[in-house]
Structures are given as structure tokens and as C-alpha cells.
């Protein structure tokens, strides 16, 4: 009896996530559809249609490969990694954006590894994801502040911007599924990483002042290579998410 109540529960949220899904994925399938029922009949042969076609396109692209994420089952490669290299690869990848916004990303890690065991992929999406955030909150320019450091048994990655912050009201809501501000934004990204951040036993912590700029801190747990016998790095290891 209590089984079948639960079961209904998550088909409940499974419900209510897939037509959330159903509608991000229409919006844009409609308009390409009315997009190619315009060249169709002929009409003029606009190059500026084809351009719609193709953002609305790799939107829902984007949908879908963020949602692939959560997906199950998959396997992924557990090994240890220090925090500062996927961080320098983030900021590598993203430096030509922000140049093109007048940001300049300032990286400050110290001399120590910041040893965590983890995706390496799935955390590189998460700093990407949220440095990409505070990139597109910048709108002005300016500076965006990252450090790494240890403290004790937890590595902090601290993602400082100084963008128009995150009204009180909309603190909640972020990291809700489809929520977004942009007019091009699938508001999937912090769900995604989230989940991940879960996933590696980690949290993420949003503070924002109006005006002033939001920081994102996540937090992961500290884990040397030496401290896991036979935990060598490039191990293939199941994770099962639930
Ligand atoms: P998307 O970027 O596609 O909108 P996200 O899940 O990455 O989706 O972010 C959801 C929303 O959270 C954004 O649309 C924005 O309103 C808000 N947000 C996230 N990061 C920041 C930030 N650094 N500054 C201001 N708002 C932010
Ligand atoms: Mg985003």
C-alpha cells in the first residue's frame, strides 16, 4: 500500500518534469515548423529565417544534451584530480567569451593540490556552467574573482561576479528546471549541476547582493590519491544514481 503511494509520487515528479520537457522541446519545434512552412510556399527566401531555424535548432539541442545528463544508467570514469587543473582548463575555455564582454577572470588557487575523486567531465560542466552564468550576468564587464582552497576536509571553488545579483524572490527558484531570465537560456544548467555536485557528496552555495554581484561556492570533499588503498586514478567505476 505504502509502495504503491510512493510509486505514484514519483510518477507524479516524472510527470510534471516530462511536461515541463515537452513544452521547453515544442516551443522551438513550432516555430521551425512555421519557419519551414514560410520557405515552403515560396514566399521570399530570407537567409534571416534560416538563422532563427538554426538557433532554434541548437536549442533544443542543448535541452536535450543537458537532460542526457541525468540519465541513467552511464558510466563514468572515477579517478582523483586536483581541483586546480579543471579549473585552469575552465578558464581556458571560456577566456574568448569573456574577452568578447569586457570580463577578465582572475584565478587564484595557492601552491597546494586541492586533491577531490570525481567525473572530471562532470565537474568542468559544473564550473563551466556557472562561470558561464556569471559571465552572462556581466553584462557591463568587469571582473570575475575564482579561488580554490582547502579547509580541512572540504576544497571550496568560490565564483565571484559582479553582475546586477539575484533578487530574494528569485533565489528559490534557481536551479528549478527551466527556470531562466534569458531570453536564450534553457535553465537547465544549475539543475544539471547540482545533481552533479550531489553526486559527488558535495553542495553548492548561491549569495547575492542587488547590485553588487552574486558568488557561487561549491563545496567537495577533500580526497588524496595515498588515502584510498588501491585507489589509483583511471579506475572504472559504476555509480548508480537513484
Ligand atoms: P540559464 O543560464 O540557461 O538561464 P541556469 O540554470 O544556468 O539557466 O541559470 C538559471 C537562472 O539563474 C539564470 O537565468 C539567471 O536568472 C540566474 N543566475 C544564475 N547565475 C547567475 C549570476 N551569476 N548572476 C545573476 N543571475 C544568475
Ligand atoms: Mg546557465
Redesign the pocket.
Known sequence: NEELLINSEKLYVAGQLAAGIAHEIRNPLTSLKGFLQLLASGRQNNKNYFDIMKSELSRIESIVSELLMLSKPQIYELSHKDIRHIMNETVTLLEAQALLHNIEMELNTGEEPLWIRGVENQLKQVFI?VVK??I??MIDGGRIRIQCFRQGDQITVRIE?C????PDE?MAK??QPF????EK???????VSYKIVDNHQGSIHVTSSLGEG?T?EIVLPYCEPAAEAGGGSGKVTRIHRN
Open positions: 556552467n552564468n556569471a552572462e550576468a561576479d553582475g546586477p545579483g539575484i528569485q534557481i536551479g527556470y531562466t531570465t534569458k537560456g534553457t535553465g537547465l544548467g544549475l539543475m552574486t557561487f
